[in-house]
């Protein structure tokens, strides 16, 4: 199989960005500068394939099914139901009943793969294909070390490849519409804890130096042959630190081409496991990956969808902005669940803003319901009472979800570089996020404006709007849209052709402001 190489990698997410820009930018400059941009025009049309859920969906992770026990309080139904769940994501299950129900009660249900797949045929043990260090020990990621029995599988190893294809086949053959990736990195990551060192990676490394490294450069790095080169007892040799130790461990040029080599590993891994699995099942499957904080870079890229844990400190409006806006400059879709850093009922605030700002933007929180918060601490379990208001506010007005782009985006301090003179949206008051969002190329259509407040104490506050931006008669037909209210038709204050402004009460956390739906 030809050898990836590394130029795809990190400057990807450059060239992104600027082409978005490029493209936004290119159809405002369409319009003249002194004059107003409409907000259809700069909201771009996104593809979104069958299987990714849509902007009006309410996705919902049960890690496995509940109750696991007797003694177990949680119960995945009834949960799912009381917070209005559309989509079922991020669950490891090959039972064909309980997927069944799944997909009885929602539309699209992603089941999980790992980096440690258990072995064929009955996936219960983790022997065959594992990740070893240099003392042939299996190895795992240090979150997981006090699991039981969590030894990583090694992407070079056939075995595992194999047991990989059989369990991701088996959860297609069970009912999953696509799958969820979790840990994509594999052997990449494992370099940093000392591995892998298996007869296969060293038999495919000694394959890769041969084409990278001449003779000369193998004999002044100690390399007697090539054709016989075994890393590992080269490193023993040298009595190099085994474990993470071998993360800090200054390997050489020789160490960089490990790394190298493995990282190419990944990639090869996901493309040769994908194509078969698409063989097998007779379709094309498609895989989300845990994309922590929102990355784009390699392996993450390889997948069509993020569904990824965002760590609560990177909860801000601004950071969400800028990780939906580079999912969007992929051609990505971008789904979060975050993991609390408490669970004493301070966490529900920062929560609740949280799923605002994601729809807001065009994606999702999963339901905070069997979230994973760290090693040898307590899943969380929200209540209802705390978040489910936000999810039913959602699929009441699910059509002022669905196809709707975002065109604007207001947060203290930050310049929307789409508009020069003629912003369509002013907010007057300091932690207030907002996000004009309409339908492209669709003058006609109503647009809504979501606005999420970011304040510890909410206080009424008023926005600005530029009318010629919005469609016609805008001033005549708004609707504010509260969680758990009826909408409220909301008459503004005219400032003239160029502006007019409306009263916002305190919000908790979010408001939909719908413009220009009436007769």
Same mark, same amino acid.
């Given at each position: 199989?030809?050898?990836?190489?590394?130029?795809?990698?990190?400057?990807?997410?450059?060239?992104?960005?600027?082409?978005?820009? =490029?493209?936004?930018?290119?159809?405002?400059?369409?319009?003249?500068?002194? +004059?107003?941009?409409?907000?259809?025009?700069?909201?771009?049309?996104?593809?979104?394939?069958? *299987?990714?859920?849509?902007?009006?969906?309410?996705?919902?992770?049960?890690?496995?099914?509940?109750?696991?026990?007797?003694?177990?309080?949680?119960? =995945?139904?009834?949960?799912?139901?009381?917070?209005?769940?559309?989509?079922?994501?991020?669950?490891?299950?090959?039972?064909?009943?309980?997927?069944?129900?799944?997909?009885?009660?929602?539309?699209?249900?992603?089941?999980?793969?790992?980096?440690?797949?258990?072995?064929?045929?009955?996936?219960?043990?983790?022997?065959?294909?594992?990740?070893?260090?240099?003392?042939?020990?299996?190895?795992?990621?240090?979150?997981?070390?006090?699991?039981?029995?969590?030894?990583?599988?090694?992407?070079?190893?056939?075995?595992?490849?194999?047991?990989?294809?059989?369990?991701?086949?088996?959860?297609?053959?069970?009912? #999953?519409?696509?799958?969820?990736?979790?840990?994509?990195?594999?052997?990449? #990551?494992?370099?940093?804890?000392?591995?892998?060192?298996?007869?296969?990676?060293? +038999?495919?490394?000694?394959?890769?130096?041969?084409?990278?490294?001449?003779?000369? =450069?193998?004999? *002044?790095?100690?390399?007697?042959?090539?054709?016989?080169?075994?890393?590992?007892?080269?490193?023993? +040799?040298?009595?190099?630190?085994?474990?993470?130790?071998?993360?800090?461990?200054?390997?050489?040029?020789?160490?960089?081409?490990?790394?190298?080599?493995?990282? +190419?590993?990944?990639?090869?891994?996901?493309?040769?496991?994908?194509?078969?699995?698409?063989?097998?099942?007779?379709?094309?499957?498609?895989?989300?990956?845990?994309?922590?904080?929102?990355?784009?870079?390699?392996?993450?890229?390889?997948?069509?969808?993020?569904? #990824? *844990?965002?760590?609560?400190?990177?909860?801000?409006?601004?950071?969400?902005?800028?990780?939906?806006?580079?999912?969007?400059?992929?051609?990505?879709?971008?789904?979060? =669940?975050?993991?609390?850093?408490?669970?004493?009922?301070? *966490?529900?605030?920062?929560?609740?803003?949280?799923? #605002?700002?994601?729809?807001?933007?065009?994606?999702?929180?999963?339901?905070?319901?069997?979230?994973?918060?760290?090693?040898?601490?307590?899943?969380?379990?929200?209540?209802?009472?705390?978040?489910?208001?936000?999810?039913?506010?959602?699929?009441?007005?699910?059509?002022?979800?669905?196809?709707?782009?975002?065109?604007?985006?207001?947060?203290?301090?930050?310049?929307?570089?789409?508009?020069?003179?003629?912003?369509?949206?002013?907010?007057?008051?300091?932690?207030?996020?907002? %996000?004009?969002?309409?339908?492209?190329?669709?003058?006609?259509?109503?647009?809504?404006?979501?606005?999420?407040?970011?304040?510890?104490?909410?206080?009424?506050? %008023?926005?600005?709007?530029?009318?010629?931006?919005?469609?016609?008669?805008?001033?005549?037909?708004?609707?504010?849209?509260?969680?758990?209210?009826?909408?409220?038709?909301?008459?503004?204050?005219?400032?003239?052709?160029?502006?007019?402004?409306?009263?916002?009460?305190?919000?908790?956390?979010?408001?939909?402001?719908?413009?220009?739906?009436?007769?």
């Amino acid at each position: 199989m030809k050898m990836l190489t590394k130029d795809w990698r990190r400057p990807l997410a450059i060239t992104v960005v600027v082409a978005w820009s =490029t493209l936004v930018l290119g159809k405002a400059q369409k319009v003249k500068a002194d +004059e107003p941009i409409p907000v259809y025009q700069i909201a771009q049309r996104r593809e979104r394939l069958p *299987e990714i859920p849509p902007a009006s969906a309410v996705c919902f992770s049960s890690r496995w099914f509940h109750p696991v026990n007797r003694d177990d309080p949680h119960d =995945t139904f009834k949960a799912a139901e009381a917070f209005h769940a559309t989509d079922f994501v991020w669950t490891y299950s090959l039972d064909p009943k309980f997927v069944g129900r799944l997909r009885q009660m929602g539309h699209r249900v992603f089941l999980a793969v790992n980096s440690m797949v258990p072995d064929p045929p009955d996936f219960r043990r983790r022997l065959r294909g594992r990740i070893v260090d240099l003392e042939n020990r299996p190895v795992t990621a240090p979150w997981m070390r006090s699991w039981a029995d969590p030894a990583w599988g090694c992407a070079n190893s056939p075995e595992y490849r194999e047991g990989f294809i059989e369990y991701a086949v088996r959860a297609v053959e069970a009912g #999953a519409t696509a799958l969820q990736m979790d840990d994509p990195r594999m052997n990449m #990551a494992a370099v940093a804890w000392g591995a892998c060192f298996c007869p296969h990676c060293m +038999e495919s490394f000694r394959h890769f130096l041969k084409q990278r490294v001449s003779k000369e =450069t193998a004999t *002044e790095w100690g390399i007697g042959n090539l054709d016989t080169f075994d890393y590992r007892q080269y490193l023993i +040799e040298r009595k190099a630190p085994v474990g993470d130790a071998f993360a800090k461990y200054d390997g050489g040029e020789l160490k960089k081409l490990f790394t190298e080599f493995q990282t +190419e590993s990944v990639g090869q891994f996901f493309s040769y496991v994908r194509a078969e699995i698409d063989r097998r099942v007779g379709r094309h499957i498609v895989f989300s990956s845990n994309n922590y904080r929102g990355s784009w870079e390699f392996p993450y890229n390889l997948f069509e969808l993020g569904m #990824a *844990e965002l760590p609560q400190r990177e909860a801000t409006p601004m950071t969400l902005y800028e990780r939906y806006r580079e999912a969007a400059a992929r051609g990505k879709h971008q789904i979060f =669940t975050l993991v609390p850093q408490t669970a004493d009922g301070s *966490e529900v605030p920062i929560t609740r803003r949280t799923i #605002a700002a994601c729809y807001a933007l065009g994606g999702h929180l999963i339901v905070p319901w069997d979230v994973y918060t760290g090693p040898q601490k307590p899943r969380y379990y929200g209540k209802p009472e705390d978040y489910a208001d936000l999810y039913k506010f959602v699929r009441d007005f699910a059509q002022w979800f669905d196809e709707y782009e975002e065109a604007a985006f207001v947060f203290d301090g930050f310049h929307d570089e789409r508009y020069s003179g003629h912003p369509p949206l002013r907010v007057d008051a300091t932690q207030v996020m907002g %996000v004009v969002r309409a339908k492209p190329q669709d003058p006609a259509a109503p647009v809504v404006i979501h606005l999420v407040s970011w304040q510890d104490t909410p206080s009424p506050f %008023v926005i600005r709007i530029d009318p010629r931006q919005f469609p016609s008669g805008v001033s005549k037909h708004i609707l504010l849209l509260l969680p758990g209210q009826a909408p409220r038709k909301i008459t503004p204050t005219e400032h003239g052709n160029a502006e007019i402004s409306v009263e916002i009460p305190a919000l908790n956390p979010w408001g939909v402001l719908l413009l220009g739906a009436g007769p």
